[in-house]
């Protein structure tokens, strides 16, 4: 498959070599903007592979977890500078395969530098506290003890943050890896992994193997020697692997999927509130977990706020993301596409009215559609109800707060929340019956910063935190000392 072509093939990583599937089958990965494009090909691997890569693992864990803190953090140190110095590469690698536009690409991959930097200054902080004994004569502590093997399994929509932010912190606690990226960026993937190998990573302390999911990401799921599995994805899939895991007592982490709503309350700055709804709900193709997808307009200023909406909705170009002048890039792969295109029909025949958008681009090869923009959806409706992952708005009308927030909390996800609101009260009540895991007042609902924890209530989640000092809590077990 693999060798016709001119696109360069990449290897797995295992114990520190580059290596071919033991199944000698690749895959090519394309681009969603011209699906005959080959951005390179990757391992179709086997559980073989797997099994390779979870013993190479296992093999360096006892010794990278006694390696002093910080030098583990320098290592991230490095591995920061390098992945900076390849940032345009890596960007577009990711629009083409993936979709996004490049500065979406480009500032998403300048995230992995800066949680690499992060989390290299966490090998210097403190890891435990002393607590009082009742015990005069007695020194009693805690410290951190790594997982062990951890297994990293990821989406496609965030093809560089969303690994750095799991493997950064698994290593500076001293874990060791065995990654397997979604196929749909698994070229972007490789070129990450690089950047990591390159900076000097001990053997078997950072494994890469791509392929299916049911294959290697059910593997490492299952497999005795794997400590913690730690999964971005859908719900379906995160459900699933959170069985497996628990079936044999393994740890784990589940970031899944959102139906994030905006309040739009009647004393909004409304223009502030359009752009906030445009931004989060369509940029990356309204394919991020922290994605607005519903917008509960208070009555009063219903009207207003959806002509408002609709003139910028329509100034919205799409097309190829390394194009300068597509704000939208294209959906990321055909699947989403066609999810994208059944929701918009059973919108239209549950009694949604469509209003905008929604349309293919006839005479593009690729997987574009126009931003769709739903008025008078109610919260029974399915495109109200079910994470589509993709640029559809569904604007819904309430009368007051209360109802806003009671619409706001009627799905099963609860991943982030914004209102705009210029009275502080309603910003109180919102903060305090929000059920979602990230609560944002006059800003858009797809914003997270690093270094603050990040992660959703509900369904969203299996109830655990990734990034800033909440990252900690998976990728270690406390040890309570006592010693006399
Ligand atoms: P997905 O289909 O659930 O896939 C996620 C990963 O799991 C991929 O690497 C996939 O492999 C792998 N996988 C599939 N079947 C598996 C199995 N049986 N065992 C182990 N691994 C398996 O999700 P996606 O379509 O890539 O991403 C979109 C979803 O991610 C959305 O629901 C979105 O909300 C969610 N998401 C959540 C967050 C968050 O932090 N909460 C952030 C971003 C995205 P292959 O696809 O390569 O086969
Ligand atoms: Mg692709």
Redesign the pocket.
């Known amino acids: 498959m693999g060798t016709a072509t001119q696109q360069k093939t990449y290897l797995n990583y295992i114990n520190g070599e580059w290596k071919s599937s033991s199944s000698n089958k690749d895959q090519a990965s394309t681009n969603p903007a011209n699906p005959e494009e080959e951005v390179g090909y990757y391992q179709l691997s086997s559980k073989e592979d797997v099994n390779n890569a979870v013993l190479a693992a296992a093999a360096a864990k006892k010794q990278w977890s006694k390696t002093a803190a910080p030098e583990r953090g320098a290592l991230l140190h490095k591995a920061a500078d390098i992945l900076e110095n390849n940032v345009d590469d890596i960007a577009e690698t990711m629009t083409r395969e993936m979709g996004k536009t490049l500065p979406e690409a480009k500032g998403e991959t300048m995230r992995g530098v800066a949680i690499l930097r992060y989390y290299a200054g966490e090998g210097m902080r403190k890891t435990g506290d002393v607590i009082p004994s009742t015990d005069k004569d007695a020194l009693m502590f805690t410290k951190r003890a790594s997982l062990g093997v951890v297994g990293v399994?990821?989406?496609?929509?965030?093809p560089a943050a969303?690994p750095v932010w799991k493997i950064a912190p698994a290593l500076v606690y001293g874990n060791t890896v065995v990654f397997?990226?979604?196929?749909?960026a698994a070229i972007t993937a490789a070129k990450i992994v690089e950047c990591l190998a390159e900076a000097g990573l001990p053997k078997g302390v950072l494994n890469f193997v791509t392929g299916?999911?049911?294959v290697v990401?059910?593997g490492?799921?299952d497999h005795p020697q794997v400590d913690g599995i730690t999964?971005?994805?859908?719900?379906?899939?995160?459900r699933?692997?959170g069985q497996s895991a628990l079936a044999r007592g393994a740890k784990y982490q589940l970031?899944?999927?959102?139906k994030n709503p905006v309040i739009v309350a009647d004393d909004a700055d409304l223009d502030l509130a359009v752009s906030a709804t445009i931004s989060g709900g369509l940029k990356s193709t309204g394919q991020?977990?922290t994605a607005t997808s519903r917008v509960i307009i208070q009555e009063g200023i219903y009207e207003t706020f959806k002509e408002k909406l609709l003139a910028e909705v329509k100034k919205i170009t799409v097309g190829d993301g390394l194009k300068q002048d597509s704000w939208m890039g294209p959906c990321a792969n055909k699947s989403q596409f066609q999810t994208v295109a059944d929701y918009i029909k059973k919108g239209k025949k549950e009694g949604a009215e469509l209003i905008y958008g929604g349309k293919v681009l006839e005479d593009e090869k690729g997987y574009f559609v126009t931003p769709a923009v739903f008025d008078n959806v109610t919260s029974e409706m399915t495109i109200a109800q079910e994470?589509i992952?993709g640029p559809v708005l569904a604007l819904m009308k309430v009368s007051s707060l209360d109802e806003a927030l009671e619409v706001a909390n009627d799905v099963p996800f609860g991943?982030s929340a914004s209102i705009f609101t210029t009275n502080i009260q309603r910003s109180l009540q919102f903060i305090d019956e929000m059920d979602a895991g990230l609560v944002r007042i006059n800003a858009e609902s797809a914003g997270v910063e690093l270094q603050a924890p990040?992660g959703?209530m509900k369904r969203?989640?299996s109830h655990s935190r990734e990034q800033g000092e909440a990252a900690i809590e998976f990728f270690t077990s406390i040890k309570t000392v006592f010693m006399k």
């Not at 971005?232 to 899939?237: K, R, V, Y």
């Not at 970031?255 to 959102?258: A, C, K, L, S």
């Open positions: 399994i990821t989406p496609w929509n965030f969303i397997k990226p979604a196929q749909d299916s999911g049911s990401g059910q490492i799921t999964f971005t994805g859908s719900e379906e899939i995160g699933g692997i970031e899944m999927g959102g991020k977990c994470e992952f991943l990040f959703g969203s989640s």
